[in-house]
């Protein structure tokens, strides 16, 4: 089953999608079960209801033809980034791998659905695309004895761009990357949150493209640190509370290479993670 949220921004609703009787893929109300999919929902077994409801045939079908699919987690406490966790990216970015997480922060208004339209910041010149697995936290994580720890912690896994200003991040950051990272709508977020029983992230294809032109294809095998590391490492430092998302870096293949232009009003990007779903954005002038 994937989880959804669906209607426009602001007024989304909360949706599951499944196979029904027939082994088709529908989409059902959750109406009856939460006004929304957030952290509380995730904290309370909101995944368990909504597999009972499935079970028991409780959920109304619903026709989500032409609607909007909004992100599948309704606005986080806090974003929490990895930078550089794929060697080949570290390395295109003229950068030894790291030997321990490097963290940024992205604000919770950066959140967009899948296919929103994206804007190219006032005086950006190195907007830029970013693939990502994230991982949806469930259960309040702080201070975890170990790595084996984290999977308790882990609602699920989604497809995210990490969309850049490199020239913010890397120029005027004075030191660190946010004001790179927190333009309005630069954390597209879905299509779906897959529940993370359902998911094996130690091997799950990523790929991106511009216009149609092949970017990113890389794996997540080839993470310098895996997902249960990363959530570990992170409660050391930090309290990561449910509905929060850690996006856990990207491959090879951006802008930042030297290899690509940087995107420009008129671009379309796709991105998509297998199994998680693809996204697709097209660029404007803010």
């Known amino acids: 089953m994937k989880l959804i949220r669906w209607g426009e921004p602001g007024a989304e609703k909360p949706a599951v999608l499944a196979a029904n009787g027939d082994g088709q893929e529908q989409a059902y109300d959750l109406s009856g079960l939460t006004t929304d999919i957030t952290g509380d ?15 028991a045939g409780e959920l109304p079908v619903i026709d ?22 794929y060697a080949a990216h570290a390395a295109e970015s003229g950068s030894e791998p790291p ?26 010149s ?8 994230g991982v949806v936290i469930g259960r309040r994580a702080a201070y975890l004895d170990s790595p084996a720890r ?17 020239a913010f991040q890397l120029e005027d950051s004075g030191g660190q990357w946010s004001k790179g990272k927190c333009a309005p709508g630069f954390s597209p977020l879905g299509p779906w949150l897959v529940p993370a029983d359902q998911v094996d992230v130690t091997d799950l294809r990523l790929r991106s493209w511009v216009n149609g032109e092949p970017r990113q294809d890389s794996n997540t095998a080839d993470m310098i640190f895996p997902v249960d590391f990363l959530i570990h490492h992170l409660s050391q430092y930090l309290t990561l509370e449910p509905g929060d998302v850690v996006l856990t870096g990207t491959p090879q293949g951006v802008a930042l290479s030297g290899k690509y232009p940087y995107l420009r009003a008129g671009d379309t990007v796709e991105i998509e993670i297998e199994r998680l779903g693809r996204q697709r954005q097209t660029f404007v002038q803010a």
């Open 64 to 85: 989500l033809g032409g609607q909007r699919l909004g992100a599948p987690i309704s606005r986080p406490s806090a974003i929490v980034c990895v930078g550089m966790n």
């Open 150 to 166: 984290a999977a308790e912690h882990v609602a699920g896994y989604l497809t995210a761009n990490d969309l850049s200003e490199r």
């Open 126 to 133: 190195k907007t830029d695309w970013e693939v990502e697995l």
């Open 41 to 55: 929902f995730l904290a309370a077994d909101g995944i368990a209801a909504v597999r009972e409801a499935l079970e």
């Open 99 to 124: 030997t321990v997480p490097i963290i940024f922060f992205k604000t919770p208004n950066t959140v967009a659905g899948p296919d929103d339209t994206a804007f190219i910041p006032p005086n950006s």
